[in-house]
Each structure stands twice: as structure tokens, then as C-alpha cells.
């Protein structure tokens, strides 16, 4: 397996009900849990929205900056679905943004397109108009369709991520998480690192690829999340 599409095409074969990210907030006491059916359908979506509506193409580069939330492995999925190099440059084609950044990209919608995320429980719109030329990611996600197939579809060179200027290829970063270390095959990992940052990536590769899951914790407190460890039958962490 050495695209996205075909890691996630597998895992939908093979068990598309059981959880594959599932999220908590330990400030807001949120939790989300995505199968991979659904966790598919979101990842459809949000392909659909960057590529139909945006016009992003084959090896443009989007920069997911959001915190620790179950809407990064969408977007990392979204990306890679279209072919598009998940990047942490600050001139990237496209970027995805929290509440927290909106401010910092919001006067650059004109020159690319941003996309805001509320990160509001069940990833709804904002509260508040957002900033002119901003799309607001709860707004228009839902209109979206529930499958998407590129008609550029991405090949095993194409880069997937692109860190520090260092680019890795889809077909190194799913066989690196095919051999990693953070889970066994089948197994469920708990982890407070972003997904969408550069050492938090493999916290959601592995488990995809690996036919495990994961368990993200944001805003993590050390006895919840024992607590949550034991109550999602975890059998990794990360950090370990």
C-alpha cells in the first residue's frame, strides 16, 4: 500500500465500523469518535471543498496549522487523497487554521484561500462571521458529497508531507508506518502530540496503516488520562 487512497481503501474493506481517531478534550470534556466509514466520509468531503470549490491541484502545498483536534487527520487525509503535500511552510497554497490563527492568516485570504475551523463540537460553523474571503470549514463542508474521486489521483512519488523543506513521498511515509514502532498491528495508541506536526504525523499513520487506531487527548491532565488510557483499552502512548 503505498498511496492514502489505498491504505484508507483497505481499512474499508476490512473494518470500516470499528473506531479509527477518537478524540477527546480534556478542558471542554469533548469526545469524538470516528469510524473509518465515517472518518472516510469527512475526509471525502473535505477533499471535495479544497479541490471543487478551492481549485487546489495535484502537488499544491496545504498547511494544516490546528491544534491537536480529530479535524487534523481529515485534512492530512484530504490532502493526500487529492495530492497535495501537507507542508509547514509560511507560503503555502492553501492553509487550514483554528480560531487560534485565524487572526494571523485571515489578512492573506485575498492572495490564497483560507479555511477555518471553528472546532466547535461536531465541527460546526463559527459563531461569528468570519473574515472576508475566509471559508468557514463548518459552513461549507456539509454541502459537500460523501465520496470524492481525483481525477489526478496521487502517485506513490508524490510527496506527501513536506517539513523543515525535507519532502517524504507517499510511498515512504506508508511504508515507514507499515514497519514503525508506536502500536503493533491491530493495536489502539494514545497520544497528546498534534497529527497534523511533524513528529505527531506518525501517530496517525501508524495506526491507519497498522489496522490499529488512535486515541488523541488534547489539552491533556495526567489522571484523566490514565482514566482514558484504561476506558479506550489503549495499548500504546505516546509520548511512551
Known sequence: MTTFPAVLARRLRADGGRPLVTFYDDASGERVELSVTTYANWVAKAASLLVEELELERGDRLRVDLPAHWLGPVFLGAAWTAGLVVTDADTPDAVVCGPDTLDAWAPRAEELPVLACSLLPLGVRFAEPVPTHVHDVGAEIWSQPD?????????????????GGVDVTQEE???????GTLVTDGGRLLSVANPASPPGVATFSEPLAKGGSLVLVAHAERERLEATYAAEHATARFPA
Open 147 to 163: 465520496s470524492f474521486v481525483p481525477w489526478d489521483p496521487p502517485q506513490a512519488d508524490d510527496p506527501a508531507t513536506c517539513f
Open 173 to 179: 511515509l506508508w511504508r515507514t508506518a507499515a514497519t
